[in-house]
Structures are given as C-alpha cells and as structure tokens.
C-alpha cells in the first residue's frame, strides 16, 4: 500500500473517533452530573531513512530524515471540572459543589461513584440515586417524617409533625480519587475505580479536598454547547483533508500504473 495512503487512513480513524466523543459529548448537554470526553491522539512510530546527527563524509552533521507514520488515539479522557448548578427546589436533589462523588453500593456487591444527586426513598425508606441504588453509607428516612434536610456537610436530619426540633439520621459522605479521569465510565451517571484512578478516599463534605452539598440544586453536564461545535467542525475539515489525500495518493498511482505500460 501507498505509505501515503496508510497514513491517511489512520488520519480518517483518528477524526471518526473524535467525531464519535464529540456526538457523544452533545448527546449528554443535558444530563445530571455528565463529564465531557475528549480523545487524546499520538504520532506513530517514524521510518528513520538517515539518522538525524549523524556525521557525513564531509564532516558535516547530518540533519536527519525521519518519515511519519500517521496518528491513533491512545486514549479518551472525561473532563472532571464542575458543571453548572440548576436549582429544582426538590429536598432530595444534592450537587456536588467542588470535587467528590456520591458512592453506591451495585446489585453485585460492589461500590460505583456517581456526580448525580438526583436521590429518591425506596419503600423501605432507603435513600437511593435514581437508578434505586443504595447510597453508601446507608441512610433510612423513616416514613413519618415530614421534612428531610441535607445540611452542605451531609448531615441528612429530618422533622417530625409536632416537633420542632429536626432529628439527624445519617451521613452523605464523599469519595474522591487521586486521577479520577481513570475511573471506568460504566453507563449510567457511574464510575468504577480502576488502577489508573487509584484508591478511593472518603471523607465529610467540606473538609480537605472534598467539594460541598447543595441541596434542591443539581449540577448539570459540564459540555459546552458552542465549543463542541466548533472542535466538530475542525474535526469535519481535518477528516475531509484526509480523504482528500487518499483520492491524491490512488490518483498518483493510477497515474504510474499507465505510464508503466
């Protein structure tokens, strides 16, 4: 194959995939607690024709020739920085104001994190997300309770008919990760921890590094309509460029194919 042609190729691969995150990015503008992606690309490996530095008969310093061999995606990263907060004046919707998330216990046992407070109560009383999953540490709201408070520190209180006085009934802790771009996106609104993302570590909201609870607000995708737009269309020109180097490169060959006749 035409090297022209291969390296192309990868071009028009690279761009089909960028153009997939960005689909992706503006088909959850308006999903709680949704985290752009962006797609990280690297060169290939160069075919080394004269090593750059080497000496030349003349004792001249040879500048080297180092031919590309196109681009991949090495990788795609979600973006964790805070989206906007959008007031409902629901009691159960929390945002997470600064970092953390919300951790949940799945149906096979295992934890899942989560940035969207949109909380319910199961029938059992159990504060859940809005999947039904339990919040983590587990918190009942009993069924006579009037008013549920979440304080911006976790605390979750609750007030009785005929008293005054709000009763506290558990804790919303927050988990944060040292490189949270490497939790696993499960679907969902939910992430996984994985190697890359490092331990979990728990904490109050409000203290360390731990963002804080907005309770009646949610926070909103963090995907920026105008700039999705305008990397979709650099995308759409770059991946036009590359088909237009396949068409100049089969052009060529056809070219040399009838002058070798």
Same mark, same amino acid.
């Given at each position: 194959?035409?090297?022209?042609?291969?390296?192309?190729?990868?071009?028009?691969? !690279?761009?089909? *995939?960028?153009?997939?995150?960005?689909?992706? /990015? $503006?088909?959850?503008? /308006?999903?709680?607690?949704?985290?752009?992606?962006?797609?990280?690309? +690297?060169?290939?490996?160069?075919?080394?024709? !004269?090593?750059?530095?080497?000496?030349?008969?003349?004792?001249?310093?040879?500048?080297?020739?180092?031919?590309?061999?196109?681009?991949?995606?090495?990788?795609?990263?979600?973006?964790?920085?805070?989206?906007?907060?959008?007031?409902?004046?629901?009691?159960?919707?929390?945002?997470?104001?600064?970092?953390?998330?919300?951790?949940?216990?799945?149906? &096979?046992? =295992?934890?899942?994190?989560?940035?969207?407070?949109?909380?319910?109560?199961?029938? &059992?009383?159990?504060?859940?997300?809005?999947?039904?999953?339990?919040?983590?540490?587990?918190?009942? #709201?009993?069924?006579? !309770?009037?008013?549920?408070? #979440?304080? =911006?520190?976790?605390?979750?209180?609750?007030?009785?008919?005929?008293?005054?006085?709000?009763? +506290?009934?558990?804790? #919303?802790?927050?988990?944060?990760?040292?490189?949270?771009?490497?939790?696993?996106?499960?679907?969902? /609104?939910?992430?996984?921890?994985?190697?890359?993302?490092?331990?979990? &570590?728990?904490?109050?909201?409000?203290?360390?590094?731990?963002?804080?609870?907005?309770?009646?607000? $949610? +926070?909103?995708? /963090?995907?920026?309509?105008? =700039? =999705?737009?305008?990397?979709? #269309? !650099?995308?759409?020109?770059?991946?036009?460029?590359?088909?237009?180097? $396949?068409?100049? *490169?089969?052009?060529?060959?056809?070219?040399?194919?009838?002058?070798?006749?």
């Amino acid at each position: 194959m035409n090297p022209a042609m291969w390296i192309s190729k990868t071009g028009v691969q !690279a761009q089909d *995939a960028k153009l997939q995150a960005i689909a992706n /990015n $503006l088909a959850n503008v /308006n999903t709680v607690g949704f985290k752009r992606d962006r797609v990280v690309f +690297e060169d290939l490996f160069y075919q080394v024709d !004269a090593q750059p530095g080497a000496q030349n008969a003349d004792n001249t310093v040879n500048g080297g020739v180092q031919l590309g061999n196109g681009v991949r995606v090495v990788g795609t990263q979600k973006a964790f920085t805070d989206g906007s907060l959008q007031t409902t004046s629901q009691p159960l919707d929390v945002a997470i104001s600064g970092a953390g998330f919300l951790q949940v216990l799945r149906p &096979n046992g =295992e934890p899942a994190y989560t940035r969207a407070g949109q909380l319910k109560v199961d029938p &059992n009383g159990t504060l859940t997300n809005a999947q039904g999953l339990a919040i983590v540490p587990q918190i009942t #709201i009993p069924q006579t !309770a009037q008013r549920v408070t #979440i304080g =911006e520190n976790g605390v979750v209180s609750v007030t009785f008919a005929n008293q005054p006085n709000p009763q +506290e009934v558990g804790q #919303i802790n927050l988990t944060g990760f040292i490189n949270p771009t490497g939790l696993l996106a499960l679907g969902d /609104n939910l992430f996984q921890e994985t190697a890359a993302s490092g331990a979990p &570590n728990e904490g109050r909201p409000g203290d360390d590094a731990f963002g804080s609870l907005k309770q009646g607000m $949610l +926070e909103g995708s /963090n995907v920026q309509v105008v =700039e =999705e737009m305008v990397d979709m #269309i !650099a995308a759409q020109r770059t991946y036009e460029m590359n088909t237009k180097v $396949l068409s100049a *490169a089969d052009n060529m060959l056809q070219y040399l194919s009838q002058a070798a006749r």
